[in-house]
Structure formats: structure tokens, C-alpha cells
């Protein structure tokens, strides 16, 4: 118990470190130096130092927004299983009662941006609220995956201790496709290339970014934080899907974790850096193409487990 | 059974009353008022007495040898009754202000008369213990509500709604009645005690009939035509009471039937579960493409209509392959549901209402900005809008969850089963999306952002008791989500009258599950409280000021330039199509400097599209063919009730 509290400060703590990652990815795709590891820090403690200008046009809402989705992207943290270890937090369903936590970070980041009034967040609003529809079926298709293999229906019985060299160890052919389909949920959830760009400066382009042009200082700075442990939140299942090893040794599994999270993160600034992102109107064909793996995976799964 | 007797007696009492002094605007309000919430209490007292004690009450009465009521309140009644009596409860308080309106006294006590008719007439169904007094209860319930749909009779459209709203209840009827009659010929009794001597194939037809009729009250998709169209045109108390309770009255119907049956049939919940995610998911892409902000409520009816369906259906495939778990956890889940749902619609309905009553426009795209002026009503329907969506802490996920749970344990099932799990798990997932993105939509269109019209500036929200019923039921929706387990208890007492054939379900393992959603609950409450007081923190001695919105540039921002709740919906509906086609009209851009312009859109409901052609034609066709039997002589018509009588005497 112990041990997994310790484990979620140090995720939050160290999730801004891993986004730094794909920065430095991406420079040096660019031929550049890139900005230090630890730029994410000096950003956040700017932005906690600042003050905030708030919009004629907002209400409390537009206030809670921030709070509210950070808080959630904490709590995802707390069911989440990292280095083999157990969670803070575990029961039968939570894996349901995570995905829903996050639509609520979700509903109030949309609600924050519909405060403004602003036609460019209205139309980001539109996207985050659409794009997501998909990866939530995808993900309880995932579910349904992992409930047909284990029979159980919460994370640490997929991702803590020896859980998922046995879904391997299954069903390892279609676990890949798990994988792939994962990484899909991955960048779209988090608004990574291809689906939406961070680093893109036209607004009528934006999916998150533009949700949140309207706030600043402290409120700006837990928004960042939040859209962090996010990303951290699915680069840890992911990287307890890739490297499932358990090896025994006190510390080689933090070890492995944290290999598994680099590689991630390496993968998604590889892809920022070589693909462009999709058009709009193909996104949702991508973000269903996730779906379609998990449930061939499933359907694979039915026959291999008779 | 006396109590629930005297409730409805004061409830009578009171729509009485109204009429009588209807030139009394105020005594006349009042006393309605009083006397419909008194009665609603007694009977939601009476009604969770008889769900905790689990005891079956019954009564009846004789007249003239033919005329045989009965009446009956098991846990299953009594479980639909305390959500009716509530729900009905708040309607009546917040009726005294919605209807002060001084202009037509007569009118509203006519109002205040069919509502205390309506309220009577579903407690009376939910009791009846034999199809006349079922029949009877269900006709006068549908005629009552017919009146309070036409209450704006001047107005073309609410015409139109009541007249689509008889012939679907008719036709809805006659359905039951075939039913019923399929009973009768079986049992040779108007009781219901004798059911389940029918053949299979008898009983299997019979569900069909009964699904059918109950699914069009319950506005199961195709056959919730009437529905967008009459709960909109009632004034929106009624409107809550009609889209929150009225509707689970074909619900309950449905239950009642298959625990009447006693046939395990998996077929039954394959179709249940199907006819669910139709409903669910069409309801709410049909709710994301309207404009007017009731219609959408009604909409969003048929899609949690769908939600009970699938959490049903998951219980019948329980039961027909022998896995109890999933068959409580699925009827336990709708139940639940009926009992959240009934609490957040009704809710919804009556913040619109407030909305409507303010601006006096249901039209979305004209209102903003109401946050601001009005808080309470603005923030009682985004605790409405997150339950809605099932977000935790709120009651809609309670029932969500325990739906979710049942699902998952057909998933260990095979073939059929296995698909069928698989389609009611995507299917609720695909909802839950949808309807977020549906209510933000409201949200951010109707409270939030700047005033689009005139119509939206400055209003405040007023009438006391209004406020009061919408922060009850806000309440209700709060401790519900965080403290699910009392009220999970009764929907489990309702589960156990379903005559299932498990001897006694165990507390125990459901009382772990809505501990979950407790501690859930507690978790994200917690955290969200630290985050505001780190949030706070960080704020203190913070230069804060306001300034306009960033405009990306743009100097001159108008309240007009902002997202409309079509755009913000078009992406979405125009991935579903083929099932709600979006018909778009806008003269071409013309010139390097065009004129003004135009641009319309409207979605449209493909059961509605298909009902012209598909039903109304050809019925009109036969029926046209038909008209010489009917031409106004009366000897001829005498002489085919002779001829009627004298064929029936050959048969009987």
C-alpha cells in the first residue's frame, strides 16, 4: 500500500519529465538541440507563479474546468498498476469507473471552452467531444478482450505481477493487435499527431490546444498537468502490455517499467516528427480502425481459449 | 393497501378542488398544489414500506357480477409507485409557480385537474391485478395524458402532437389488448394468477404483442414517433412527469408480462437487448440533431428507455442461461436506472421549463449565457446533464455500472449470449459518448457563452418552488451517486418479485458493489476538493483581472460568431447518416461581395421519414377501399350488429 502510494506521487511528479521525451524526439528529428528535460518544469512553475485574466464572458464553470479535469487524471493514476505493483485503489469494475472518470474530466473541459464564447473553442469543443465516442468503444472492446482471457474486471488483475505474461502467454498473437489498438486510443485521447497537433499555431487546426487558449496562470498550469499524468496514465499500460517481464529482482521491475514508458514516449515522438497529421473528416476512420483490431482480437481470442 | 387507497383519494382530492375554484386562482393553485404533493407523500410512504417489508397486499372489488376490480401492490409495483410518487411529488410543488400565470385560471385548474388523473391513473396501473382493471387504469391514463398534451390547443403543432399521440396509444392498446386476449383464451379468467399454463409458442407471441404495445408507450424505437412530438407540448411539469415516470409505466408493463409468463425464453432477451441499443443509440443522435431544447429531452427519453432495455434484456439472457449473477445485476441495473432516470429527466425537464417560462423560446440557438443570471437553475441542470451522461459521483452511473457489471458476466457466456453482451456493452459505451457530447452541447449552447438573442439577455430565474423541486431533485441525484446502496437495496427487493425462481438474493455482494461506487466517489470528490484548494493556493495575493475573450485576432467578436449547436452536432449525427439523414438548404454564394444569406439544417428521424410511406399509406389505401361499408344509414348499421351477433353465436 505503501509502496503504490509512493509509486502515484512519483508518476505525477515525473509525468511532466516523460512528455519532455517527445520534445527531444522531436528536435533532434529536426537537427536541433531541443529544449532541456526538464522544460516541462520550468513551464509549470512560470505558469504557478503568474497571475490570471479571465474572460468577460465566463462563469464559475470556466473556473472548475481546470481543476476538475486534473483531478481526474489524477484518480486515473490511483487505480493504475505501475512497475507490476499493486494500485492504491482496486476493485471488480474499476477499470469502468476509470474510463468514466475521465469522460468527467471530459465533460468539463468541453464545458470550460463552451464558456468562453469563443467560435475557435466551440469548435475544438465539437471535436474532443466526438473523436473520444470512438476510443471509448474501442477501449470496452479492449475490456471485453481482457474479461474473456481473465475473467476479472479491474487493472491490477491485467497489469500487477505476473498478470500479463499469462495474456501472453494465451493469446500473444492477438495481444499485438491489443497493442496497436491501445497506441490508437493512446494519441487520439491525448491529442497527439496524427489526430490533432500540440504544436500547431492555427487555431481552426486545434483539438485540446484551442479548448484551452482562454486560460492562464495557475488554471493553465493544472490544465498541462492534468493533459500529463493523462498521457502517463496510457504510456503505463502500454508499457506494462509491451514488457511484461517479471523477473524477481527488487527494483529490475521499476526497471522494466520505466523502460517500457521511454520506449512509448520514443515511439510517439518518432511519430510526430515522421508522419503529418490526418484531415479531419479522416480521423474518425483512424480512431474506428482501433476498434476493428480489438475486435478481431477478440474474435481471434474466442477460438485459441475454447 | 388502505394507505395507498387514501393517497390517491387526496391526489383526486386535489384535482377536484382545482376545478371546482378554478375562479380562485390562487386558493385554487394552492389546494391542488397541498392536497396532489400530501398524496404523493402518503403514497411514497406506503409504497417504500411495502418494498422494505417485501409483503404482497391485495384487494378487490365486485360490481354487478361482471365488473371485477383488482388491485395488488407486490415489490414490484410498490418499487414503480415510490419513483411515480416522488417524481410526481416535485412536479406538483413546482407546478404552483410554473402555473401562476393568472391569464387563464381555468385553464390551469383544468391542467391541475388531468395531472391529479394522470398521477391517480399510473398508480392504478401499476396496482391492477386483473386486465379489466389494467385495461381500464391504462386507458384513462392515456386519455389524461392526451388532455395535458393538447393543454396549448391553439397552437397547430401541439394539435398535431395530440392527435399522433391518440392514434400511437390507440394503436399501442389494441396491441395489449391482443395480448390479453391471447390470455383469455388460455386461462378463461380475467385474473392473472393463471398465465403460465399457456403454450410456448402462445407465450412466445403474447411477449411480442406486449412489447410491442408497452414499447410504444415506453418509446422504444420505431415506435417512439409520438414521443419528441407530445412531451414537448405539455407544459413542463407535465413534461417531466411524462418523459420521467409516464413511459416506465410500458417498462413495468414488460416486466410484469415476463414474470407473468414464466418462460425463460433467451430469445426474449435477445430481442429486449436489441430493441435496447437501437433505442439507446438512435435516441440520443436523434436528441443531438434538434434544436428545440424539449424535443431533445424526449429524445434523450428514448435513449435512456434504451439504456433499461439493454440492462433487461441482459437479465432475461441471465436467466435463460442459468446465470443468476448477470440476471440481477441486469434487472437490478434497469431498475436502478428507472429510478435515476425518472430523478435527472424529470429535473431536466423542469430547469427547462424554468428556461422556456423566462425567455419564452425552446429554441436553443437563440438563448446563452443563462448561467449567469440564472445559478440555481443553471446549476441544477448540470448536475442534471452529468447524471445524465452516467459521470460518477452522480446517480446515472450508479445504474450505469451495475448494467456494465451484468454485461461483463455474459461475456463468459457463448455464441448468442456471448455476441449479445458484446453488443450491449458497445452499445451502452457508444451512449454514454454520445450523450456527453449531447449535453455539453445544451450546456454550452443554452447556459453558457454570450447571449445569442435578445430573448436570452438579462433573464432571471424566479417562482420559489420551482427552485425548491429542482435542488430536491439535484440533491437526490448527488446522494444517490455517492451513497447508492439503500436505494440499490430496494430496486434489488423489486428484482426479487420477478418470480425468477431464486429463492433469496444476498445483500452481501451487491452491498460490495455500490461500496465501490462509494468509495469512488469519496476518491474523486477528495481529489477534486484538493485540486480546488491547491488551485486557491496558488491564487492568493494573484493579480486577477477580466478581459474579453481571445478572438484568435479578431478585434471585433460578436455574440452571433458563436459555435451553433448545429455545428457543434454536425460531425457527429453525420456519422449515423443513414439513420438520421441531415437535409441542409442554403442558396450558393453568389458575387465577390454576396448579400446576406441563408443557411437551415434539420435532422431527421428516419421512423418518422418511414412511417408516411410505410404504414400511413397503405393502411389509408385499405381503408379507402373500405368506405362503403360505412355510409351514414342507420338500418344498415343496425343490420350488421344483427349480423355480428348472429356470426358470434355460431362461434361461441
Same mark, same amino acid.
Given at each position: ?306 | ?307 433499461? &432495455?439493454?440492462? /433487461? #434484456?441482459? @437479465? =432475461? +439472457? ?7 449473477? %448477470?440476471?440481477? !445485476? *441486469? ?15 424529470? &429535473?431536466?425537464? /423542469? #430547469?427547462? @421549463? =424554468? +428556461? ?7 429554441? %436553443?440557438?437563440? !438563448? *446563452? ?35 456494465? !457489471? *451484468? ?35 445544451? !450546456? *454550452? ?208
Amino acid at each position: 500500500m505503501f509502496e503504490s502510494i509512493v509509486l502515484w506521487l512519483a508518476a505525477v511528479l515525473t509525468a511532466p519529465f516523460f512528455s519532455a521525451v517527445i520534445l527531444k524526439v522531436k528536435a533532434f528529428f529536426g537537427g536541433k538541440k531541443g529544449p532541456p528535460l526538464l522544460i516541462n518544469y520550468y513551464t509549470l512553475i512560470k505558469l504557478f507563479k503568474k497571475g490570471s485574466v479571465y474572460s468577460v464572458s465566463t462563469t464559475a464553470v470556466f473556473k472548475m474546468g481546470p481543476v476538475i479535469s486534473c483531478a481526474t487524471a489524477l484518480a486515473a493514476l490511483l487505480f493504475l498498476p505501475m512497475a507490476g505493483q499493486m494500485p492504491v485503489i482496486s476493485f471488480n469494475g474499476d477499470v469502468i469507473l476509470v474510463l468514466y472518470l475521465l469522460g468527467l474530466g471530459r465533460f468539463f473541459t468541453i464545458a470550460a471552452a463552451m464558456d468562453t464564447a469563443s467560435p475557435f473553442e466551440g469548435m475544438g469543443a465539437a471535436r474532443e467531444a466526438f473523436f473520444p465516442i470512438i476510443c471509448e468503444a474501442a477501449m470496452f472492446m479492449i475490456l471485453i478482450f481482457f474479461y474473456r482471457l481473465t475473467g476479472e474486471l479491474s487493472f491490477a488483475a491485467y497489469f500487477s505481477g505476473t498478470g500479463t505474461l499469462g495474456l501472453w502467454q494465451i493469446a500473444g498473437p492477438s495481444l499485438l493487435f491489443i497493442v496497436i489498438a491501445f497506441f490508437i486510443i493512446l494519441v487520439t485521447e491525448t491529442s497527439r499527431v496524427p489526430v490533432d497537433d500540440p504544436a500547431t499555431h492555427l487555431e481552426l487546426t486545434m483539438i485540446h490546444e484551442v479548448m484551452v487558449l482562454d486560460h492562464s496562470g495557475p488554471d493553465f498550469a493544472l490544465i498541462e498537468l492534468g493533459s500529463f499524468c493523462k498521457l502517463f496514465f496510457y504510456a503505463a499500460i502500454l508499457s506494462g502490455l509491451i514488457l511484461p517481464f517479471e523477473t524477481g529482482i527488487p527494483g529490475a521491475g521499476l526497471l522494466v517499467f520505466i523502460a517500457g514508458l521511454v520506449i512509448v514516449y520514443l515511439v510517439v515522438g518518432i511519430i510526430e516528427s515522421t508522419i503529418a497529421r490526418y484531415r479531419m473528416d479522416k480521423v474518425p476512420q483512424f480512431v474506428l480502425t482501433s476498434f476493428a483490431l480489438a475486435f478481431f482480437a477478440t474474435i481471434i481470442t474466442l477460438e485459441l481459449i475454447q | 393497501m388502505s394507505h395507498f387507497f387514501a393517497a390517491i383519494s387526496l391526489i383526486l382530492a386535489g384535482g377536484l378542488l382545482s376545478l371546482v375554484f378554478a375562479r380562485h386562482h390562487l386558493f385554487s393553485r394552492a389546494g391542488a398544489t397541498l392536497l396532489i404533493s400530501a398524496g404523493c407523500a402518503w403514497g411514497l410512504g406506503a409504497a417504500v414500506t411495502t418494498l422494505m417489508g417485501s409483503v404482497t397486499h391485495s384487494v378487490s372489488f365486485q360490481y354487478l357480477n361482471l365488473f371485477f376490480l383488482a388491485f395488488e401492490m407486490d415489490a414490484l409495483s410498490a418499487f414503480f409507485l415510490a419513483v411515480i410518487f416522488l417524481v410526481c411529488l416535485m412536479a406538483a410543488v413546482y407546478s404552483f409557480h410554473y402555473t401562476q400565470d393568472a391569464a387563464a385560471p381555468v385553464k390551469t385548474a383544468v391542467t391541475a385537474f388531468f395531472f391529479s388523473i394522470l398521477v391517480v391513473s399510473m398508480a392504478l396501473v401499476l396496482t391492477a391485478a386483473n386486465i379489466i382493471t389494467f385495461m381500464l387504469s391504462w386507458e384513462i391514463m392515456s386519455l389524461s395524458s392526451f388532455f395535458l398534451v393538447i393543454h396549448d390547443y391553439r397552437k397547430k403543432e401541439n394539435r398535431y402532437a395530440g392527435y399522433l399521440y391518440f392514434v400511437f396509444s390507440h394503436v399501442g392498446a389494441m396491441f395489449i389488448f391482443a395480448g390479453f386476449g391471447i390470455f383469455y383464451k388460455y386461462t378463461g379468467s380475467f385474473g392473472f394468477t393463471d398465465v403460465h399454463i399457456l403454450t410456448q409458442g402462445a407465450k412466445i407471441l403474447a411477449f411480442v404483442l406486449f412489447f410491442i404495445g408497452f414499447g410504444s408507450k415506453a418509446g422504444v424505437f420505431p415506435f417512439h414517433v409520438w414521443l419528441p412530438h407530445a412531451h414537448p407540448a405539455a407544459p413542463s411539469h407535465i413534461s417531466a412527469v411524462m418523459s420521467g415516470v409516464m413511459i416506465k409505466t410500458g417498462i413495468y408493463g414488460i416486466l410484469r408480462i415476463y414474470s407473468l409468463l414464466e418462460l425463460p425464453a433467451p430469445a426474449f432477451g435477445y430481442l429486449v437487448v436489441a430493441a435496447g441499443v437501437v433505442s439507446g443509440i438512435l435516441g440520443v443522435v436523434y436528441a443531438l440533431g434538434q434544436t428545440d431544447i424539449k424535443r431533445l429531452l424526449a429524445y434523450s427519453s428514448v435513449e435512456n428507455i434504451g439504456i433499461i &432495455l439493454i440492462g /433487461m #434484456g441482459l @437479465g =432475461m +439472457v441471465g436467466v435463460a442461461s442459468r446465470n443468476p449473477v %448477470m440476471a440481477v !445485476l *441486469g434487472f437490478s441495473g434497469a431498475l436502478f436506472h428507472v429510478l435515476n432516470h425518472a430523478l435527472f429527466k424529470s &429535473l431536466l425537464f /423542469m #430547469g427547462a @421549463g =424554468m +428556461v422556456v417560462h423566462q425567455t419564452g423560446t425552446r429554441s %436553443m440557438d437563440a !438563448l *446563452g449565457g443563462l448561467l449567469k443570471s440564472m445559478k440555481i437553475t443553471g446549476f441544477a441542470f448540470i448536475i442534471g446533464s452529468l447524471a445524465i451522461c452516467g459521470l460518477p459521483p452522480f446517480n446515472g452511473f450508479a445504474g450505469e455500472f451495475v448494467v456494465y !457489471l *451484468g454485461g461483463f458476466q455474459g461475456i463468459a457466456l457463448d455464441k448468442i449470449p456471448f455476441a449479445v453482451s458484446v453488443a450491449a456493452i458497445i452499445g451502452l459505451a457508444v451512449i454514454g459518448g454520445l450523450a456527453l457530447a449531447c449535453f455539453t452541447r445544451v !450546456l *454550452g449552447i443554452v447556459f453558457q457563452g454570450e447571449p445569442r438573442t435578445e430573448a436570452a439577455r438579462n433573464r432571471t430565474e424566479s417562482g420559489t418552488t420551482m427552485l425548491w423541486a429542482m435542488g430536491g431533485l439535484g440533491g437526490a441525484c448527488v446522494i444517490i451517486g455517492v451513497f447508492p446502496g439503500w436505494f440499490f437495496n430496494l430496486s434489488l427487493s423489486a428484482v426479487s418479485a420477478l418470480n425468477l425462481g431464486y429463492a433469496r438474493i444476498p445483500q452481501a455482494p451487491f452491498a460490495q458493489i455500490t461500496g465501490h461506487i462509494t468509495l469512488g466517489a469519496f476518491v474523486i470528490v477528495l481529489l477534486v476538493l484538493g485540486m480546488a484548494g491547491v488551485r486557491s493556493w496558488f491564487y492568493r495575493a494573484k493579480p486577477i483581472s477580466r478581459s474579453g475573450t481571445w478572438g484568435c485576432g479578431f478585434t471585433r467578436p460578436t455574440s452571433r460568431m458563436q459555435y451553433t449547436g448545429a455545428s457543434y452536432a454536425f460531425e457527429m449525427v453525420r456519422f449515423f447518416r443513414p439513420a438520421a439523414p441531415i437535409e441542409e438548404q442554403h442558396p450558393p454564394v453568389a458575387g465577390r461581395f454576396p448579400a446576406s444569406t441563408r443557411y437551415e439544417s434539420r435532422v431527421h428521424d428516419i421512423a418518422e421519414r418511414c412511417m408516411a410511406p410505410g404504414v400511413i399509406r397503405p393502411v389509408q389505401f385499405l381503408f379507402d377501399r373500405l368506405r362503403w361499408i360505412q355510409h351514414g344509414d342507420i338500418h344498415l348499421y343496425i343490420g350488421y350488429i344483427l349480423l355480428a351477433i348472429v356470426l358470434l353465436l355460431f362461434f361461441i
